[in-house]
């Protein structure tokens, strides 16, 4: 079953859930073998990462469009 999301996230939301979750940056930095100031500034829309942005929205358990907006369309390829 498709879920409906109807907001976007802040990014005092993405570090809450994070932490919510038991991460922060230094944890996905970690993982990724970037320093913690990257998540730091791809959460805060200062930069752009591919991969920490994939990371972020998987261990959220929310489509990539949720949690990065501003890069990301909800509109399928075909629309």
Wanted: with cysteine; aromatic share 8%.
């Amino acid at each position: 079953m498709a879920q409906i999301y109807n907001s976007t996230m802040h990014p005092e939301d993405i570090k809450a859930e994070l932490r919510k979750r038991g991460w922060n940056g230094a944890k996905i930095g970690q993982k990724l073998g970037v320093s913690r100031h990257c998540v730091s500034a791809v959460i805060r829309g200062c930069s752009r990462s591919a991969m920490i942005e994939k990371e972020i929205a998987t261990i959220l358990e929310k489509p990539l469009y949720v949690v990065f907006p501003d890069y990301y369309s909800c509109r399928s390829p075909s629309d």
